[in-house]
């Protein structure tokens, strides 16, 4: 299970966030996703911890807790969904024939 962070400063740290999450278990990876054109933290991150318990814990916990100024919004995480291409591009496999 994956912990899904919402809410987060543009500020927090990978570190800032094992340290919070630590008090409830042991985290094994966190990310925090960052915009592609600014590099800017998007605000929101991902939490792994050890255990499914663990990390049921510092849901509870945590949801809805101020920490650096913001009110968290903790739980977990959906599936990533695949994203449809926008417009079309040459690779479709359209019939464009004309009858004249």
């Not at 985290?27 to 663990?54: L, N, S, W």
């Not at 591009?89 to 009858?99: L, M």
């Amino acid at each position: 299970m994956t912990i899904y962070v919402g809410n987060l400063s543009y500020d927090v740290t990978e570190t800032d966030l094992k340290e919070v999450f630590g008090e409830y278990g042991s985290v094994t990876d966190v990310q925090i996703p960052v915009d592609r054109e600014t590099q800017r933290k998007r605000g929101f991150g991902f939490i792994k911890m050890a255990t499914d318990d663990e990390e049921t814990k510092a849901i509870g916990e945590l949801d809805t807790a101020e920490w650096m100024g913001r009110v968290l919004k903790v739980n977990k995480a959906r599936p990533r969904e695949e994203r449809k291409s926008s417009g079309d591009s040459w690779g479709d496999k359209k019939n464009y024939s004309r009858s004249y």
